[in-house]
C-alpha cells in the first residue's frame, strides 16, 4: 500500500508552483466563489421572522433549513471530493456552483414548507465538494509554509458570504419580500462558475501501488490510506464540535437579537453580522498565528486550536449564561465570535499535511463531511430543540459546551500530528502545462 512519491520538490517547498501574481488571482476567485456560496447559505436566517409569521413554523422546522444543507453537504463531500481527486478540480467547482446557484434561485418559488426545504437541500448537492476543491487547488500552488494562513483567508469567505447573506436577507426581506432576496444572490454565482472555467488545474495525481506502474488503488485502498494518519479523524472530529457552536451562532443570533433585543428583523441581521464579520477576521488572524506557531514545533499549531476553543467556551458561557442582554453581553459574543472560527484554516490544513497529495480534495472532504454533519447541521438543529423546550437563551448558554469536546480532539491531534508528518515524506503535486504568467487560460 506504500506509494511512491507522485512529485519530489526538489527543494522547492517553500515556493509558489505558478507564478505569485497567478496564484493570488486564482485565490481571488476561489474566494469569491465561496463568498457567494455562503451567502446563498446563510441569507435565509434573517428570514426566520417573516418565515415563521407566515407559515407558523417551530424554531426545530426553521432550524432545519439550515441543516438541510450541511446534511447534503457532508453526505455528498467524499463521493464528490473522489471524483475531484480523480477529474478535474475546475470543472467540478464550476459545475457545482451552477447547481447551487440555481438551486438558490429555486427557492424563491417555493410554495411551503416542504418544497422550500427540498430547495435547500439541493444548494447543499451543488455545494458538496466545492470547500474540498477549491482547498485542494489552494494547497497546491501557493508554498507549504502558508498553508494555514491561506486556507485560513480562503475560508474567512465563508463567514464573509454569512455576514453578507445575513445583512442582504434581512434588508430585502423587509423591503421587497423574503422570495425576492433568493433571486438576488442567486446570479453571480452563475457568472463566476463559467469564468472559473478559465483557471488551470494542476495534474491528477496517480495513485499507485509501490513498485508498479499501473496497479491503481480503488476507492476502497483510497479510502484506507486516507485514514491511516490518527491526526486525520482527531482534526476532523475537533473541527466539527468547534463548528457546532460557529454554525448555532450564524444560525440563531439574529433570532436572539430580535427576540431579547427587541430589534426588527434587518436590524438584527445587521448587529448579528457584526459578530460574523469578526468571525471572518478571526479565521485569517488565527490561521496566522498557527502557522507561526507551528514554525519551530509543528504540533505547537494544534495545542493552540486547543486553548483557543477552551477560551471560546468561557466566553459564550458567561455570555448567554451569565450577563443579562446588553452592551456587556453584545461585546462579550462579538469577542466569543472572533475566537470560535480559530480552527476553521488550520483544521483542513493539518489533514492536507499528512495525506498524499493525491487525496487532498478528499483529504478536505472529509473534513467537511464531519464538520457539516456533525457541526453545522447538528448544532442549528439541536439549538431549536433545545430552544422550544427550555428557551432560546438557555439554548444558547449550552451549547459552547462542544468546544471543550474540541479541545480534548486537538490535544489527542497535537500527539499524532509529527510522527504522520514524517511519513509523508516530500511529495507535492505538479501543474500542468507551461508556467503562467498573466491571466489565467484554458486547462
Known amino acids: 500500500m506504500d506509494l511512491p512519491p507522485a512529485h519530489a520538490r526538489d527543494g522547492d517547498a517553500d515556493t509558489y508552483k505558478v507564478s505569485k501574481g497567478y ?37 426545530k422546522q426553521l432550524g432545519a433549513l439550515v441543516s438541510a444543507v450541511s446534511i447534503t453537504v457532508a453526505l455528498g463531500s467524499i463521493p464528490t471530493a473522489i471524483l475531484v481527486d480523480r477529474w478535474s478540480r475546475v470543472k467540478s467547482i464550476a459545475i457545482m456552483a451552477g447547481v447551487w446557484s440555481l438551486a438558490t434561485i429555486a427557492c424563491a418559488f417555493s410554495r411551503n414548507y416542504g418544497q422550500l426545504l427540498a430547495a435547500r ?31 485560513g483567508a480562503f475560508l474567512a469567505a465563508a463567514s464573509l458570504g454569512s455576514v453578507l447573506g445575513v445583512i442582504l436577507g434581512g434588508v430585502i426581506a423587509t423591503h421587497w419580500g423574503w422570495r425576492a432576496a433568493f433571486g438576488v444572490v442567486g446570479v453571480p ?16 495525481v496517480p ?24 491526526t486525520v479523524i482527531a482534526m476532523c472530529l475537533g473541527g466539527a464540535m468547534q463548528l457546532f457552536v460557529v454554525g448555532t451562532i450564524y444560525t440563531w443570533l439574529p433570532s436572539f437579537l430580535n427576540r431579547f433585543y427587541g430589534l426588527a428583523a434587518d436590524q438584527a441581521g445587521v448587529k448579528a453580522a457584526i459578530v460574523v464579520l469578526l468571525g471572518a477576521i478571526g479565521s485569517i488572524v488565527w490561521g496566522l498565528v498557527a502557522d ?15 486553548v483557543l476553543s477552551v477560551l471560546t467556551t468561557v466566553v459564550f458561557v458567561a455570555a448567554f449564561g451569565v450577563v443579562a442582554p446588553g452592551a456587556g453581553q453584545f461585546a462579550l459574543i462579538a469577542l466569543g465570535g472572533f475566537l470560535m472560527t ?36 447538528a448544532g442549528p438543529f439541536v439549538a431549536g430543540v433545545l430552544s422550544d423546550a427550555l428557551g432560546l437563551q438557555t439554548a444558547m448558554a449550552i451549547i ?15 500527539r499524532s500530528y ?4 514524517a511519513k509523508v515524506g516530500d511529495l507535492d503535486v505538479e501543474m500542468g502545462g507551461a508556467p503562467v504568467r498573466a491571466a489565467p487560460v484554458a486547462a
Open 189 to 204: 454565482g452563475l457568472v463566476l462558475a463559467l469564468l472559473f472555467l478559465l483557471v488551470r488545474d494542476y495534474k491528477t
Open 342 to 377: 480559530a480552527t476553521v484554516g488550520p483544521v483542513g490544513a493539518v489533514t492536507i499535511d499528512v495525506v498524499h497529495p493525491g487525496l487532498r480534495a478528499t483529504a478536505a472532504a472529509t473534513v467537511a463531511l464531519f464538520q457539516n454533519l456533525l457541526g453545522l447541521a
Open 121 to 151: 437541500s439541493v444548494i447543499g448537492v451543488g455545494e458538496a465538494g466545492y470547500g474540498a476543491a477549491g482547498g485542494a487547488l489552494l494547497s497546491s500552488i501557493f508554498p507549504a509554509r502558508m498553508r494555514s494562513t491561506v486556507l
Open 292 to 306: 507561526r506557531m507551528g514554525r519551530s514545533r509543528p504540533r505547537a499549531k494544534i495545542t493552540t486550536l486547543a
Open 418 to 421: 509529527e510522527p504522520d508528518l
Open 23 to 59: 496564484a493570488w488571482l486564482v485565490f481571488g476567485m476561489t474566494f469569491l466563489l465561496m463568498l457567494f456560496d455562503f451567502i446563498d447559505r446563510q441569507i435565509i436566517v434573517s428570514m426566520f421572522p417573516h418565515l415563521k409569521a407566515e407559515w407558523d413554523l417551530s424554531d
Open 207 to 230: 495513485l499507485v501501488r509501490s513498485g508498479t506502474t499501473d496497479s491503481r488503488l480503488g476507492t476502497k485502498g483510497a479510502l484506507a490510506l486516507l485514514f491511516r494518519p490518527r
Open 400 to 414: 459552547p459546551f462542544a468546544c471543550l469536546l474540541a479541545a480534548l480532539a486537538f490535544v489527542a491531534a497535537a
